[in-house]
């Protein structure tokens, strides 16, 4: 499916262009951004390998990343990112992620976010369960996958190694029949 296109009342979601690297950078660049997430803050040249990258991904067929901008309705602006990856072990299943800028927190903006990427995988592309992992000690992203209708499955241990340690990721997921009886 190109291009992915998907709104809500006050967020899109819209396919990665060339020059978007800059606002991609203000969020993978961040300490802040990426203080619960699986890496350390990004370069402008390694933000800028990932929209490359996720740019001809987007035409891949069959497609299995969907890695989209999150655009904020009212001013038109990268206010994040935000990406589902086709699980190539298991069947009609996909991970899902996202991230915004600190300046976008607080406002509801991560539940529209995760509700719209839900949408493209439960109503655009016929998956049956979508997942995502986050930090222990993330407690707003818990709050948001819970609100999106998301039942927190478990624990990975020492899934993730950063910052010169290993971190446990908390899973989250939801399956196509959570998704519609919400609906």
Request: proline share 4%; no cysteine.
């Given at each position: 499916m190109h291009?992915?296109?998907?709104?809500?009342?006050?967020?899109e979601l819209r396919e990665l262009a060339p020059d978007d690297v800059d606002a991609v950078f203000a969020v993978y660049g961040s300490a802040e951004a990426t203080e619960h997430l699986s890496f350390e803050p990004r370069t402008r040249d390694q933000v800028e390998q990932i929209v490359t990258r996720s740019i001809a991904a987007a035409t891949a067929t069959p497609r299995t990343e969907y890695a989209l901008a999150v655009i904020e309705r009212e001013t038109g602006e990268l206010i994040g990112f935000g990406r589902l990856a086709v699980d190539p072990h298991q069947q009609r299943g996909a991970t899902m992620?996202?991230?915004?800028?600190?300046?976008?927190?607080?406002?509801?903006?991560?539940?529209?976010?995760?509700?719209?990427?839900?949408?493209?995988?439960?109503?655009?592309?016929?998956?049956?369960?979508?997942w995502g992992a986050r930090s222990p000690l993330n407690?707003?992203?818990?709050?948001?996958?819970?609100?999106?209708?998301?039942?927190?499955?478990?624990?990975?241990?020492?899934?993730?190694?950063?910052?010169?340690?290993?971190?446990?990721?908390?899973?989250?997921?939801?399956?196509?029949?959570e998704w519609n009886a919400a609906a």
């Amino acid at each position: 499916m190109h291009p992915v296109e998907r709104s809500s009342a006050r967020l899109e979601l819209r396919e990665l262009a060339p020059d978007d690297v800059d606002a991609v950078f203000a969020v993978y660049g961040s300490a802040e951004a990426t203080e619960h997430l699986s890496f350390e803050p990004r370069t402008r040249d390694q933000v800028e390998q990932i929209v490359t990258r996720s740019i001809a991904a987007a035409t891949a067929t069959p497609r299995t990343e969907y890695a989209l901008a999150v655009i904020e309705r009212e001013t038109g602006e990268l206010i994040g990112f935000g990406r589902l990856a086709v699980d190539p072990h298991q069947q009609r299943g996909a991970t899902m992620g996202f991230a915004l800028r600190p300046a976008s927190w607080g406002v509801g903006y991560g539940l529209e976010t995760v509700k719209l990427l839900l949408g493209v995988a439960f109503d655009d592309l016929d998956l049956h369960r979508v997942w995502g992992a986050r930090s222990p000690l993330n407690t707003a992203s818990a709050r948001t996958m819970e609100a999106a209708g998301m039942v927190e499955e478990g624990t990975i241990r020492e899934h993730v190694f950063k910052a010169g340690k290993w971190r446990d990721s908390v899973v989250h997921a939801i399956l196509d029949r959570e998704w519609n009886a919400a609906a």
